[in-house]
């Protein structure tokens, strides 16, 4: 049986990971910066609270890193941990950049200094390429990022193939587009406007305030993109996988489907030119042909199909 850490632990990716990984009859040990059981609510939503060994760890600190290494010996530490809000890196920028990088710098540093044979995955994102001059992204397309979270996974993600190409440690890359799910926070965009758009159908709420609806990006189903980043790891060879539908869909067309979805009146909807990012990617969509041919990933889901789930969960869980 093998053993698998989880950074991050109480994300929406750790949940659905750990509940795939328990079905291939892995050990999880998850971390996470705190332990607080109501930051564990995903994982006891997903019922694999249970079957999960929690350990709280700063991995800024790379005594502990190493420690934690030690103690468990896993074969695969699937590093999902990081500060992960577009929005909120332009408000902490330092801090993003700082957690971001150095924390995968410990983790790879603790695997190089003891145990080079375990497999490490690295979750990297579409915002490392900021506006690019030719759509769809694929694995070789020029990075740009436009935001401080964006500007750190890029470097994270450099970081990672340094260490790959250095110390000949195995280090997959998964380079996911966005991808949605109940689980996800509600500071995320979709859930903020299916949970916002309920609330105003159930009188809770008068109405929806966003920002540029105009933009488009690439959205997929998280339970989906786990399968890819399990794959990632299973390879001969380490290498890096955009993960992502290969298509892109405008803000305001989700948001308009949502409040027909609701039967709700669109005159709800309020620009608010604060929520406007002070730079932002027009349109981002990827090509995913990689991860199909190499990994025998699939991934057919209309994101439409994907947002009828979601709103019956929420739904249901009112």
Known sequence: MKTAIITGISGQDAAYLTKYLIKKKYNIIGTTRSYNIGKLS????????????????????????LNLIKKYQPDEIYNLSAQSSVGLSFNQPIGTFTYNTLSVINLLEAIKIYNKNIRFYQASSSEMYGNVEKLPINEKTPMHPKSPYGISKAAAHWISINYRESFGIFVGIGILFNHESILRSKNFFIKKVIKEALEIKFGERKKLRVGNINIKRDFGYAPKYVEAIWKILQQDEPSEFIICSGVSISL???????FDKLDLDKRLIEIDPALFRPNEIDDIYGDNSKAKKILKWEYSLSFYDVLDMIIEEELALR
């Not at 305001?252 to 949502?258: G, H, L, P, Q």
């Open 252 to 258: 305001k067309d989700v948001v308009y489907y949502i």
């Open 42 to 65: 995903k994982l006891e939503y997903l019922g694999v609270y249970k079957n999960v060994i929690i350990e709280e760890i700063d991995l800024l600190d790379f005594t502990s890193i």
